[in-house]
C-alpha cells in the first residue's frame, strides 16, 4: 500500500501562488510600503546573522571554507522564514509570484509594474535602516574579525565581472521561486521552513546574488572601510544583480512553471469558459 504524502502538488501549490499575486495586487499603498519596508529589515537580519556569525569565526574560514560557507547558508534563511509566514512584501519573490499571475491573466502589467517598484524601492529603504541602525549603529560586529569580514564580502561581491553577477543573480532568485514552491507545497509549518530552508541554504552556500540581500550586506562593508565606492557597487551589483534576479524570477521561475503547468490550465478554464457562454445563449 502506497504511502500518503500530506501537501500540495505543485499544479495545486502553483494555483496557491496565483492567488497569492491577486492578493498582492490588491493591497492598499500603506499596506505595500509597510510591508515591503519590513521585508528590507526581515532580509537583513539573516544577513546580520550570517555577518556575526562567520566574521566571528576567522579559523573555521582559514582552515575550511566550504564548511563557513555552508554554515553561512544555514543561518541565513531565518529572514526569508519570516518573510514568508508574516506576508511581507519581497521584490524578488514577487517577480515570480506576480508574473505567475499575469500570465495566468489574473493581474496586469500595471498591477506587477507597481508592486515591483514600490516593493522594490521599500525593500532598500528596510536594508539600508537595518545596515546603519541596527547593525552599525547598534555596534553589533563589535570585533575586529567581523569588521574585517564585513569588508572582505563587500568587495568580493562587487570587484567581479558584470556579467558573473549577472549570472549569480539568475540562479539566486531561480531559487527563491523554488523556495516559494516548497513553501506553498507544504501543509504544516514545519514542512514549510524545511522546504524553504533547503532552497535558500543552497543560494546561499553557493554564492548566488540577490539584489536586495546586497543592499544590506554591501552598505555594511562600505561602512567599515572598502575599496570601493558608491558608483561602482551600483553598476557591478546593484545593476547586473537586479537584471538576473528579473530573469531568474520572472523566465526560469514564472515562464517556465507556466509552461510546464499553468498554460494547460489556462486554456482548461478558458474553454469551460467558452462552453458556458454557449450553454446560457
Known sequence: MAAHVDMHTTRESLRLIEQSGVAKARLSWLDLV????????????????????IGGAPGLRADNPALASLVGGLVFPIGFVVIILTGMELCTLNIFVMTYATLQRKTILCDLAINLVVSYVCNICGCLFYAGVLIYWADLLRTSDQQSYASAQAEANVNVGWGINLARGIMCNWLIAIAYIFSTEGRDLLSKVVGIWIAMATFVSMGFQHSVVNYFMIPTGMFYGTNFGVGKFIWASCIPVTLGNIIGGAFFGAVMFWMIYGKHELKEREAMREADEQHSA
Open 34 to 53: 509597510l510591508k515591503a519596508f519590513l521585508a528590507g529589515i526581515f532580509i537583513s537580519l539573516g544577513g546580520g546573522f550570517t555577518l556575526i556569525v
